[in-house]
């Protein structure tokens, strides 16, 4: 089976397999190898949230639902990430003059 290429917004990292099989390139790009393409239009990977983190998303739940949002690191959740946002807040400001 031949392979397209999906064009991807950054380069990703420890991707996760979606519903085919896929290879990250170095120029952002995802190239697919068939498996379940029949079924899938595209490949789309959605990058973690956490901040600074490059890394792919846990890939959704085969039983439906939507992508969770952070990586398969375990310290990278909904509370650790607002965390992280306030100290690099706070370190910006204190960088600017603020405090």
């Known amino acids: 089976m031949k392979g397209r290429t999906v064009e991807v917004a ?10 085919e099989d896929f ?5 952002g790009s995802v190239t697919t190898t068939g498996g ?3 079924a ?9 949230i ?3 983190c490059e890394r792919a ?3 959704p739940n085969p039983l439906g639902g939507p992508q969770p949002a952070f ?3 375990e310290e ?9 946002r306030q100290r690099l807040a706070a370190e910006d400001e204190q960088r600017s003059g603020g405090g």
């Open 76 to 84: 990278h959740n909904a509370l650790t990430a607002h965390q992280e």
């Open 10 to 19: 950054t380069t990703v990292r420890g991707a996760y397999p979606l519903a």
């Open 23 to 27: 290879t990250c390139t170095s120029a």
């Open 71 to 73: 990586c398969d690191l």
């Open 57 to 59: 998303a846990v890939p």
């Open 50 to 52: 956490y901040p600074g």
């Open 36 to 38: 379940l393409g029949s």
């Open 40 to 48: 899938v239009s595209e490949a789309v990977v959605k990058i973690c």
